[in-house]
């Protein structure tokens, strides 16, 4: 093997800390209590089987409204991906790798169990970043952002843990759930595309769907990329290459109207 | 000032730096009477192929209890000042997976730096089907079968045995809800090469756990991989 290190001034680890500081210091949470001896018992619940990619989004939207986390990571790929991730296919994709940073060779069974942990963890990121959206607003980020860095009065933070309750998403709804931008995703270009994204990570295909909630009297959209692994849908990421939340940093659901929903159908 | 790990974010975000000083909780996993007996135990679980052992030597579940007793002290003062308390427990359930995970990384970055020449998982490397294949084939943790610890010492006793040192790692020990810290330095022998291995640990109660696969007194910090290969004088050095 002949390695080469690109760019002798570029440190991945850096880049990549730099990045989760932003990101996490951005979503930081409110802590309350748990359960001990997670190294001793699954980290999450086995998943479930969803038959189409709308209900795997249903799912989730719904346990999420119900403040039920454990519910809601069910509708994630987290063992089939663990399981089936391809680093050679990903690797080829890439065109180079950087092994730190990618999911570990699923032949040997400690690195699937680490890939399953890290999958976890970064669903539970997004997760996280989900509420957050439709549960702040900019002021509230921005004290949210300040938290990484400063120290904050009492009441500040009592205000902050206040607005971030997961209970206050009991009124979460989903108006629709459609498949985005029909005139560009079912194009045969978008379609191969979505297959091979779904190779790398060894499922057999892959798609997009958006889905307009509504919160308290405000609508909200938001975007989920699904694999499929076998006859069962789980998703794979909260937000959509489609669905137009850039812009909107530390977010992945943005406020909209439902005319604005429907122009992302077409 | 540095920015604070995530979950201390997390926890200062429900007003909980004032009772960081509370007394520590036990964890209720396997304990270890010493820092070395912690790294005896993590190292011979990776040499063993068994990650859910080499967790066992993490202070996850200290951490875990401790976000639990921050968060039922600060329930309680706002309770007592009028505030409303989420009865939530999805974001602790949150910052548990994350540090399971996060020591679960550690974990693969020791096995890789153990299994691949010096900081090589780190590199950017060219995709072709040679590189992959070596690479699947090196990472193969079954490989650290005849991993053994040579020796495990205190880095560097000159300076972290100090007065001002041992101070410094009890602050630090407190400000993760722990009674103590410590460091240590191991040498490893692995088909007939030495290699350096550190550990940060902290002590809650009588058990002692690893913290981190880094170390402040020897090496850049957690930006090192956390093996490196040595020889014995060099480690020697090291324990002066």
Redesign the interface.
Known sequence: MTPRRVGSGWRPLDYMRRWWGALLGSLAIAVLAIFLALSHQAIVGPGRSFDTPEAAVTHFVNRLAADDFDGAMEAFAIDDYAQHFDFAAMARRLRSFNATFMDGPVRYKMYVRINALKAASDYADQTMQFSTSMLLDDAAFDRLRRLAQAAMSDADMDALALAMDPAKLRTLKIVRIDPPLKSLTTAPKATQLAREQAVAVGAENSTDRIALLQLNGTYYRAGFNLLKYGKTWRLRRLSSYYAEVSGAPGRNVAKTTVEEYLKLTK | ?S??P??G??????????VLAQPALA???KTFGTPEAAVEHFVKSIAA?D??GA??A?A??EL??R??L???ET?K??ER?G??V?????????????????C??E???F??ALL?DND????????TD???????R?????RLKSLQTVRIDQPVPSVTRTASALENAKAHASAEGADDSTERIALFRLDGKHYRGVFGLLRYGGSWRIRRLSSFHDGDGP?DPPVRATTPEKYQELTK
Not at chain 2, 130 to 136: K, Y
Not at chain 2, 138 to 142: M, V
């Open positions: 000032m920015p604070r995530w979950w974010t997390a926890v200062c975000s429900l007003g909980l730096v004032a964890g209720s996993g192929d990650l859910d967790l066992q993490f996850v579940d875990v209890a976000a639990e921050i968060a039922s329930a003062r706002r000042s505030v409303r989420s009865k939530s427990r999805t974001f602790l359930r949150m910052f548990a997976i994350k540090l399971t995970a996060e679960a990384s974990t693969r970055r096995v890789y691949l090589r998982a780190d590199w950017l490397t060219e995709a040679a590189n992959i294949d070596s690479f699947i090196a990472a193969d943790p079954a930006h």
